[in-house]
């Protein structure tokens, strides 16, 4: 068997099948989709493949169910669940009417990982990391995913056969190859590296924690793998729900929606409701994933990103986010730690100083028009 038919041991296990159909045309072809279980949820084959079909392909390829299994996602990262996993769309728990599309995964990629494989004149392949959605930069480079074209915003790519040399990623519209780099983040790296490796490390305690690491405790402070997660979920679910404060919610984007993050690329897309990290797509999430970093990260600092910091994320999300929903999460000690408990505490009694005195402020201000117009 040449090294290329052997899956490589951070790929995702449809990309292997992928390579391997180009030769051979596979039996179970049609079925590598999204299933439902006896409860009616919606699982992937790439996250959780049916025992079956791990032994199919085994049979196929004459690879041993081991190795075959190892590739799926809820194999690398034993905690993995659908908010962290990248989606273009999910269905909802509630009935819907009418039929329902199957959910496909979002899937990114790293120019410079595609460049490395091009480089070393290895066939292209999909990264198991560039479908987690707790994840914008590329864990090995440090550097933005994308999941849109450079040249022309499409989003629809194969991996295919080239000209010369082993296949590649191209556009499907356009049909240039994916391994170049993005014009704007070449443009902001020097600037904005610092900003980035901050995301990325915290990006990096997320991917521990699916793999049920502990986090470092000089930076996540009496705060378990379970709890790291939990509290980046909900972060997103809070910022997601916040109807009543919508000025408030965009002073927030804006101050990270940066071209540094978004490439200059639109955030046009609203915060899905459901699922936010999961279903955005990589600048929004990136965005999201920044503020989160900013709440719980001890060594997040912006650096010289933005000319003005203002108030800390938190005192923002703790007045965006309704109350009663901020007391029911950090009540709830499976799911939030007591750091983050009392930095809560903290952030409100700091927004009822600055309340109190923009109240004295506004005061001061009608007396003295008030004594200007009785002189
Ligand atoms: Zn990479
Ligand atoms: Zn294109």
Redesign the pocket.
């Known amino acids: 068997m040449s090294a290329w038919l052997e899956p490589f041991a951070d790929e995702l296990l449809s990309s292997w099948l992928e390579r391997r159909r180009r030769g051979h045309p596979p039996p179970f072809d049609a079925n590598f989709r999204a299933y439902q279980d006896a409860k009616g949820h919606w699982h992937h084959p790439d996250v959780h493949p049916q025992q079956a079909m791990i032994h199919a392909i085994a049979a196929r390829y004459d690879a041993a169910p081991d190795k075959i299994s190892h590739l799926a996602l809820g194999f690398r990262y034993r905690k993995i669940s659908d908010p962290f996993i990248a989606w273009h769309y999910f269905p909802p728990d509630y009935p819907v009417w009418g039929s329902i599309p199957q959910p496909t995964l979002r899937r990114a990629w790293c120019s410079r990982c595609l460049a490395e494989d091009f480089a070393a004149d290895r066939t292209a392949y999909i990264r198991a990391d560039w479908v987690v959605a707790a994840l914008s930069f590329c864990p090995r480079h440090r550097w933005p995913l994308l999941d849109?074209?450079?040249?022309?915003?499409?989003g629809?790519?194969t991996i295919k056969r080239a000209t010369r040399g082993p296949p590649r990623m191209f556009?499907?519209?356009?049909?240039?190859s994916?391994e170049r780099a993005h014009p704007k983040a070449l443009e902001v790296e020097v600037v904005a590296r610092p900003f980035w490796d901050k995301i990325a490390a915290f990006e990096a305690a997320l991917r521990g924690a699916l793999g049920e690491k502990v986090p470092n405790q000089f930076r996540f402070n009496n705060t378990s793998a379970r709890q790291l997660l939990e509290e980046t979920s909900e972060i997103c679910l809070l910022l997601s729900r916040c109807h009543a404060r919508l000025a408030l919610r965009d002073l927030l984007f804006e101050r990270f929606a940066s071209p540094a993050l978004t490439l200059s690329q639109d955030c046009y897309q609203d915060l899905p409701y459901e699922m936010p990290l999961a279903l955005a797509e990589v600048p929004l999430r990136r965005c999201v994933l920044a503020i989160c970093a900013a709440i719980l990260d001890s060594s997040f600092e912006t650096g010289n990103v933005w000319e003005e910091d203002g108030e800390p994320a938190l005192d923002l999300l703790a007045q965006i986010a309704s109350d009663s929903a901020v007391d029911r999460f950090v009540r709830d000690r499976r799911a939030c730690s007591s750091t983050l408990e009392r930095q809560v505490s903290a952030a409100r009694q700091r927004n009822e100083r600055r309340e109190r005195i923009w109240q004295l402020r506004h005061a001061v201000k009608s007396l003295e028009s008030l004594f200007r117009s009785t002189v």
């Open positions: 849109r074209c450079i040249t022309c915003g499409s629809n790519w556009c499907n519209n356009c049909h240039r994916l």
